[in-house]
């Protein structure tokens, strides 16, 4: 492969790309030498991609033209295993930027799940950051680091996997941010509190208006401060020529509650 192709970009032999027919329709796919693209539209070789630039189209036997994308992290999520309840996109986002996130954060997190929220964490937390993630169920602790692993992007070097139960506590001490997954939250922020540097942030996914309440009560007996709840609700958009409006049977409603705080420095009377 020529020097030009790498500066520009171009799609390589063992590369994973987004290939997109429309908004409901797309695959992720290593691409691999002599060997061919199969779906419902047809085929195509992936020798006839490599060497090209990201965006292009192809058509394939059956006359239909697919297009070529990098993929973005949010792709690699869609395609990620999920045996427990996710962590919308609308969401990941709205944690990144209200809980601090930035290259060399720190993190603890309680409750991998899938590792969707784990591998956006590491992707902002590198190369100088650590994330350390609790999961206490050993089905979902394997499952989030082979979907980790197979996003082929080095996130784990980058991420602590722990098998262990959050309940007991943390091992890790003056973290910038804990993330907090778990049914009953309001029992592991006194831990959280211990790990945290003053002026830290907690941040928690709260399914219910119970959950909210009670952990919302622990946050205040632990001397958490700045407390702000939201809930975020995502509506996707019609787009046709002189027909634009809301698709009211696709939108994303209630996913769960996003609690935020900040640890307090205690100083003597």
């Known amino acids: 492969m020529s020097e030009d192709c790498k500066k520009n970009n171009c799609i390589k032999n063992n590369d994973r790309v987004l290939i997109v027919?429309?908004?409901?329709?797309?695959?992720?796919?290593?691409?691999?030498?002599n060997k061919k693209f199969h779906c419902n539209k047809g085929f195509f070789e992936f020798n006839d991609i490599i060497g090209k630039p990201y965006g292009l189209s192809i058509v394939t036997?059956?006359?239909?033209?697919?297009?070529?994308?990098k993929p973005l992290l949010t792709d690699y999520l869609h395609h990620f295993e999920f045996k427990s309840q996710i962590i919308y996109p609308k969401d990941l986002g709205y944690i990144i930027l209200n809980s601090g996130i930035k290259p060399g954060t720190r993190i603890?997190?309680?409750?991998?799940?899938?590792?969707?929220?784990?591998?956006?964490?590491?992707?902002?937390?590198?190369?100088?950051?650590?994330?350390?993630?609790?999961?206490?169920?050993?089905?979902?602790?394997?499952?989030?680091?082979?979907?980790?692993?197979?996003?082929?992007l080095g996130l784990s070097e980058y991420i602590t996997f722990?098998?262990?139960?959050?309940?007991?506590?943390?091992?890790?001490?003056n973290v910038d941010c804990v993330f907090l997954d778990l049914a009953d939250p309001w029992e592991i922020i006194p831990f959280a509190k211990e790990s945290l540097k003053p002026s830290g942030t907690i941040t928690l996914f709260i399914p219910t208006a119970n959950q909210l309440e009670k952990t919302y009560i622990s946050l205040k007996e632990n001397n958490f401060t700045d407390i702000k709840a939201i809930e975020l609700i995502e509506r996707e958009m019609q787009l046709k020529e002189n027909a634009i409006r809301p698709k009211t049977w696709q939108y994303v409603a209630h996913t769960g509650y996003l609690m935020f705080a900040r640890k307090t420095a205690v100083f003597d009377e």
């Open 162 to 173: 722990k098998l262990a139960d959050a309940k007991k506590g943390f091992e890790e001490r």
């Open 61 to 69: 036997n059956k006359g239909i033209r697919l297009f070529i994308y």
């Open 21 to 33: 027919f429309d908004n409901r329709r797309k695959w992720i796919r290593k691409v691999e030498e």
């Open 108 to 152: 603890i997190e309680a409750g991998t799940g899938s590792g969707a929220l784990t591998s956006v964490l590491a992707t902002y937390v590198q190369p100088t950051g650590h994330v350390f993630t609790y999961e206490v169920r050993e089905q979902a602790h394997n499952i989030a680091k082979k979907n980790i692993e197979r996003l082929g």
